[in-house]
């Protein structure tokens, strides 16, 4: 107990002493505060309109201004921020459990089952994860949840390979024969002994992995695919906001910057932990 | 060196069949009846019910996944929703723009990206290291429509040197290929970086360097050279991204391929259509990767071996 504790310990001041990553951090946790708080924080309604207030420039009551239906550009900035963190983290959630369970059935038992797994998985890979959630997305139908789901579906294979890479260089290790020793059964082995030890890089590739879902839901609403109106995602807001973009710029101009920051942070936290989970992992 | 090459080929098989099958698969389940959609609602259920028998849409799954694959291997993927004409020969007449725009923005991203992660890594922490890689993180971070419409704004409404869409001009090409190139030119210059960092610090550069070899020759043959083979891995697969990017980035400048064919098959439910590009698409990434595969045994020395004698 003592030993994992100082593990701990140790990553954390290798991840403090980081700075970049610490910035990303604290970005990050602005946004779920946005997030979490949008409806206090937000000066008005994101669905609320008024259409005297239509293309508005920013000014002192609206600081990004309105878009064309009037309605308060950084309302619905702030509670677009809810939308990409909340499809960021189911879209990676889904990938990642789905894709794990199958990295570690195919590594842990190898073989036969190893190779169909893995063969499927090099299918899914060969198509464009874009691409690919493209073609789910508009298998399944409308909706954000539609899309939380394609978007992670198409995420699947890549965890399944990581954890597998991972499940192949411990499955020979002692700890895990000892477990096979006392009588554990597959599940509780697989769950409770090699899940565990193979964590640190599913850890940074689901950080990364969330900046990409989200990268890739914005996209996917800016060609007009899942989310509905009057949903505040930032792809859709810049979607409708092209068509003023030579007069009104700002319209698409802070929707963008709200998922570049977003981006950035990600990436920051996610090559932070990579080189403080595994000094070796760096690049 | 040939049954290597043979091999690759070979494995390319399966893969166009699962991918065909995903394809066929996601069309199957799309809600929807596709004799109904070809015939419009005006049309009544005996008609519709005679082109789904027609259509073999009462067949069992695989008996149409068979018939899917033995038209897709003639070029038959099925006919487009809102302009009956067959999807292939739409996607086909769409397909240059998008070849273009991807090839060049390609051109741009290894041009650009290679001597940049060079130069970093042979001046690791300096000024110029640290602002270009600054610069590559926002380049992953941005999303491309988004860049696409700052640069309109920019170089087509304020200063007006460029058009803001269309494809038919060397100019019109440039906003939208810089455009492309920007997320896998920072992705290239960060890997070029790091494969050279990694190959400067072993010890047959320090043999050469020792040998009183010219820096130069040093860092673009006995570096560079050894470099290279991760660098071309990743140049492979950021043609996957280009490809996905070229969805985004043909509708930001209305470039009429096969991205913005897509785009406007999404928006009118065009099913086949869509289905149709991301297949398409699919295939080319796959054989691009395998012609990365085959420039393999060319750039590493150790494949040739292998296959050497046998």
């Not at chain 1, 809810?82 to 190898?110: C, D, E, H, K, W």
């Not at chain 2, 082109?51 to 849409?57: I, N, T, V």
């Amino acid at each position: 107990m003592a030993k994992r504790r100082s593990n701990a310990r140790e990553i954390l001041s290798r991840f403090r002493r980081n700075r970049l990553a610490l910035f990303g951090a604290a970005i990050l946790i602005c946004l779920c505060v946005l997030a979490v708080f949008a409806d206090f924080i937000a000066p008005y309604s994101y669905e609320e309109q008024d259409l005297l207030l239509s293309l508005d420039p920013p000014s002192r009551d609206h600081p990004f201004g309105a878009d064309e239906f009037g309605r308060d550009i950084l309302s619905r900035v702030i509670h677009g921020a809810r939308v990409s963190l909340q499809v960021g983290f189911v879209a990676v959630g889904i990938g990642m459990i789905l894709g794990g369970l199958l990295g570690a059935v195919a590594g842990f038992y190898g073989k036969r089952t190893d190779n169909i797994i893995m063969r499927t998985m090099d299918i899914l890979l060969s198509i464009p994860s874009t691409l690919l959630a493209i073609a789910i997305a508009a298998s399944l139908g409308p909706g954000l949840f539609n899309l939380m789901v394609a978007v992670g579906i198409a995420s699947v294979p890549r965890y399944a390979r990581i954890v597998r890479g991972s499940v192949l260089s411990i499955r020979n290790q002692e700890f895990i024969e000892a477990a096979k020793a006392v009588g554990s059964s597959d599940a509780r082995i697989i769950v409770r002994h090699v899940l565990p030890n193979c964590m640190a890089p599913v850890i940074v590739q689901a950080t990364l992995g969330v900046a990409s879902a989200i990268l890739n839901t914005a996209g996917l609403s800016f060609i007009g695919l899942g989310i509905q109106p009057p949903i505040p995602e930032w792809g859709a807001m810049l979607s409708s906001g092209r068509t003023y973009i030579r007069d009104f710029p700002h319209i698409t101009l802070f929707p963008g910057l709200a998922i570049m920051m977003t981006i950035l942070a990600l990436n920051f936290v996610g090559d932070g932990l990579r080189d403080a989970l595994d000094p070796k992992l760096k690049r | 060196m040939w049954r290597y090459i043979l091999r690759r080929v070979v494995a390319f098989i399966p893969v166009l069949l699962g991918v065909s099958f995903i394809i066929f698969l996601l069309l199957y389940m799309t809600p929807g009846d596709p004799a109904r959609m070809l015939l419009g609602d005006m049309a009544t259920e005996d008609r519709v019910q005679a082109l789904r028998q027609e259509m073999g849409l009462n067949d069992p799954f695989f008996v149409q996944f068979g018939r899917y694959i033995l038209n897709a291997l003639q070029g038959d993927i099925g006919r487009s929703y809102i302009t009956k004409h067959p999807v292939t020969g739409e996607i086909l007449a769409a397909f240059p723009a998008t070849l273009k725009l991807a090839i060049f923005s390609v051109i741009i991203a290894i041009v650009l990206g290679i001597p940049l992660g060079i130069v970093s890594a042979i001046r690791q922490y300096s000024l110029f290291d640290t602002v270009a890689m600054v610069f590559a993180l926002v380049g992953i971070s941005m999303p491309v429509f988004w860049l696409g419409l700052l640069l309109i704004l920019f170089f087509s409404v304020h200063l007006g040197w460029f058009p803001a869409s269309g494809f038919d001009s060397f100019r019109a090409m440039v906003l939208p290929a810089v455009t492309l190139s920007t997320p896998s030119l920072a992705v290239i210059s960060r890997m070029t970086r790091s494969s050279m960092l990694e190959v400067i610090r072993q010890d047959y550069i320090r043999t050469a360097r020792a040998k009183g070899q010219k820096e130069s020759v040093v860092i673009w043959r006995h570096a560079l050279g050894n470099a290279l083979i991760p660098i071309v891995t990743i140049v492979g697969l950021q043609f996957g991204g280009l490809l996905e990017g070229a969805v985004l980035t043909e509708s930001v400048f209305s470039v009429p391929g096969v991205g913005r064919l897509m785009v406007e098959a999404i928006k009118t439910r065009d099913y086949p259509l869509v289905q149709g590009g991301v297949l398409y698409m699919a295939v080319a990434f796959s054989l691009i990767n395998l012609l990365v595969d085959i420039v393999y045994a060319y750039v590493d020395p150790r494949i040739k071996a292998q296959y050497q004698g046998r």
